[in-house]
Nanobody, 119 residues
Framework: QVQLSESGGGFVQVGGSTRLSCAASGVTFNDVVGWFRQAPGKDREFVASISWTGVITDYVDSVKGRFTISRDIKNSVDLKMNSLKPEDRGVYFC??????????????WGQGTQVTVSS
């Protein structure tokens, strides 16, 4: 059974940093775990993904150089977010799926965690 649970986030100032964690269970060797975000009134947007082996990563262009996705030995997938901008705000979800930036390719989702970026 696949279970995903996000933590972290909250209120962060523009230019600041925060870390999100996704506690994952039931994820296997061939899986991909991704982070998505959804701002009010907007579609869910791909942010980053990582192979469960931790070897391969992918990022949306808008976060490259600022965000880092990683997997640790405790089966957590973290998203380190630096140099935050107002447009980074939203509810962040982790999900298990395939190598794709399309939300419909991910079949399992966490409940989401809010990130608010304030100036």
């Amino acid at each position: 059974q696949v279970q995903l649970s996000e933590s972290g986030g909250g209120f962060v100032q523009v230019g600041g940093s925060t870390r999100l964690s996704c506690a994952a269970s039931g994820v296997t060797f061939n899986d991909v775990v991704g982070w998505f975000r959804q701002a009010p009134g907007k579609d869910r947007e791909f942010v980053a993904s990582i192979s469960w082996t931790g070897v391969i990563t992918d990022y949306v262009d808008s976060v490259k150089g600022r965000f880092t996705i990683s997997r640790d030995i405790k089966n957590s997938v973290d998203l380190k977010m630096n140099s935050l901008k107002p447009e980074d705000r939203g509810v962040y979800f982790c999900a298990r799926g395939a190598w794709s930036g399309r939300p419909e390719k991910y079949g399992y989702w966490g409940q989401g965690t809010q990130v608010t970026v304030s100036s």
